[in-house]
């Protein structure tokens, strides 16, 4: 009898429990608040929720008009600073809403399973990396015409890698330290005179004897660094 | 009698802490691990094999009240600690993806409770089992087997009054760990989008 009174005690409890569940699921079963914007939804899960369906983008686009996107708000009101963050929700080639949005910040970004991709864009936007990204202030990327795919992938900012070979092999007695040509840190110039071995009066001489006055871009004839030059014919401007 | 608390303390009391004590570490340590490979999203998928290993632990339950016949009561009896164990330390690093909502940590609640419940039922088992051991020597001398001895030694510990007393109050604590657990496992396959 004392047994069956516990039993009781429990289950009047966990009824209780799951009575509260669905008059407050927003407590209860939600992984914490929804964003501002979304707040008034915050009792009604089923606005974006669907049984065993998770958050389908239809839910989404229902409300959130995918041509409106980053343009219009869900009232049709313009959005004012449109033109400084560009609209690109237009050329997604599928509609994965969660891959990017978490609306209940409960969820930290930390916990969730890193689902964006960028195919999930057209191979335009794809290769456009500045219409979402804001390239770093330093020496290093003050090169707007390059081409960020040249040290990034889409795979994340690091680990970047530059193939330097492409460029210049660092190999003999070229085998040095980043600063020793690039100095001031700065790796969107470089020079070949830090070395006592171009000595720049030297080199001047030496080149002058073959008609050539502008030694500025070294590399752009001894590409590999060799004594001759490899590379396309010397400026002898 | 300085000695007998000494042997209480080493045999019995510091094996039930630690068996606590290394659950709630470990999970900690897996869940600093996450951190540092920047992998927490991966603890919301260790709940699916913690629940599975809990699930798979009735076996013994369902053994000890003849709803089947297979297996030795004894075999599955250590089957259940270990596994019940092991699935309470995945589910421990599930809870730590820092989820808010209030019925998930009933249930991790729920969850802990019965592992410290369990662990006292073991305790108890233990005790009982040790003070059987007069009895086992004798039957051991009647020329009882080996396995005839184990199986004997189980169903006569599981008799104590203490332990009997004890399962009267694991049941309800497993019960509500169950009905939590069902409803938030319920939840969240109702909400989430499994693809």
């Known amino acids: 009898m004392k047994r069956g009174w516990v039993l009781a005690l429990v289950g009047a409890n966990l009824v209780a429990i799951i009575a509260l569940v669905f008059a407050y699921p927003h407590l209860m079963i939600s992984p914490g608040s929804l964003i501002p914007a979304h707040a008034a939804l915050a009792e009604n899960c089923s606005s974006c929720h669907a049984p065993f369906r998770g958050v389908p983008p239809a839910k989404c686009v229902s409300c959130h008009a995918v041509a409106d996107i980053g343009i219009r708000t869900t009232n049709g009101a313009a959005i004012a600073d449109a033109s400084s963050r560009p609209a690109f929700h237009q050329a997604l080639i599928t509609q994965a809403c969660l891959s990017c949005h978490t609306e209940h910040p409960g969820a930290s970004p930390a916990t969730r399973e890193p689902l964006f991709s960028h195919d999930l864009l057209n191979e335009t936007m794809r290769n456009q990396c500045s219409s979402c990204h804001v390239p770093p202030v330093d020496a290093l990327h003050a090169d707007k015409s390059a081409k960020c795919a040249t040290c990034h992938t889409q795979g994340g900012w690091k680990p970047a890698t530059f193939d330097h070979d492409r460029f210049f092999p660092l190999i003999g007695p070229h085998k040095a330290t980043c600063a020793t040509c690039h100095t001031k840190s700065d790796f969107s110039t470089y020079t070949c005179f830090s070395c006592h071995e171009h000595e720049p009066g030297r080199v001047q001489a030496k080149h002058l004897e073959e008609g050539i006055r502008n030694i500025d871009n070294c590399v752009s004839c001894h590409r590999k660094g060799g004594a001759e030059g490899e590379g396309e014919e010397g400026n002898d401007d | ?195």
Request: glycine content about 6%; proline content about 2%.
């Open chain 2, 1 to 195: 009698m300085k000695i007998r608390h000494a042997h209480i303390l080493t045999r019995e009391v510091l094996p039930f802490l630690a068996s606590l004590l290394a659950l709630v570490a470990l999970a900690l340590l897996f869940d600093a691990l996450l951190h540092l490979l920047n992998a927490v999203w991966v603890g919301r998928y260790l709940g699916i094999p913690g629940v599975l290993l809990i699930v798979g632990s009735f076996g013994y339950s369902l053994r000890k009240r003849k709803l089947i016949h297979a297996g030795k009561p004894v075999d599955l009896l250590r089957l259940h600690e270990r596994m019940a164990w092991a699935g309470s330390l995945l589910v421990l690093v599930h809870a730590g993806i820092h989820f808010n909502a209030i019925l998930a940590w009933l249930a991790v609640w729920a969850m802990l409770i019965n592992v410290a419940s369990g662990l006292t039922g073991k305790f108890l088992l233990q005790r009982a089992r040790r003070r059987l051991e007069a009895a086992r020597d004798a039957m051991r001398r009647q020329g009882l087997s080996a396995e005839e001895l184990e199986d004997s030694t189980y169903w006569d510990t599981l008799a104590f009054d203490v332990v009997k007393q004890w399962r009267a109050v694991h049941f309800p604590i497993a019960l509500a760990f169950g009905v939590l657990a069902l409803a938030h496992i319920a939840a969240v396959f109702w909400h989430w989008g499994w693809k």
